[in-house]
């Protein structure tokens, strides 16, 4: 069984405050954190980077969005914007052992991927790494360790401390699948399973997928018109019904268990 967990999934939209309501109001949510430019803590903020951010805790996952803030010209989820053409998915955040961390990063290396901000997303009681989108298509793909890893709800350096006073499962508690969207689902399949030294298979739908703790990675074919990245999420609904009808009272609904927030889509399973 894989020790890699789906701790985060990050998306990036314009509507900072709208997105955030949309999300709180469907999902009964609580914000976490937030750096909103202010002073983050420690120095796990996102303000240095041009954008700012809120953090909803999903179960014992978080979902982020990140925006790009006015005074900003340029930045590099403002340029994913453009070139995804909208608001959508933009990173998976994947948890490892911290005595498996140093041999996972020098693996990346010897396959001669690239790595993107290594070293600037670290703090006390944790470290990460991110994988240049060239060399692991499908968005900006990070992988870190963290503090109290034994525990499923144990600490997590994005989110600050004492997170899970603001985790709320009366509507949703899980994450439970990230999907990838791209021309050709085999290959770029093949490229994360041989970075995360994971097997790729097949499911039931007969869709690539590469299965992680507690949560899987899917691979498909675009249907949306849009370019490749992350799609959508499957998140594990505890009151699909309500979810659903706060989605339709909010107009985001788009389907029998299906609602769109920040151009990503959310099934509910």
Sequence with gaps: MSNIRIRQIAQVGQDYAGIERQLRDVFDLEVSYR????????EAGVSP????????PIGNQFLETVSPKPDVSDSAAARYLERRGGDGGYMVIMQVPESEY???RQHVIDLGARLVADGEISGSGSAGFHVHPKDMPGGINELRWCEEEDREDGAWWPTGPGWQSHKRTEIVRAIRAAEIQ???PASVAARWGAILQEPV???????????????TVRFVEPSDGRPEGLGGLDLEAV?????LSNADRLGVRAGDDLIVICGLRLRLV
Excluded: C, S
């Design 182 to 184: 791209t021309p050709d």
């Design 102 to 104: 140093a041999a996972r």
């Design 49 to 56: 980077f041009g954008l700012r951010n809120h953090i909803f």
């Design 35 to 42: 750096d909103a430019g202010g002073r983050p803590f420690e």
């Design 239 to 243: 009151d699909a019904e309500r979810a």
């Design 201 to 215: 298979a097949t499911d039931r739908a007969g869709r690539v997928t590469i299965e992680l703790h507690g949560a």
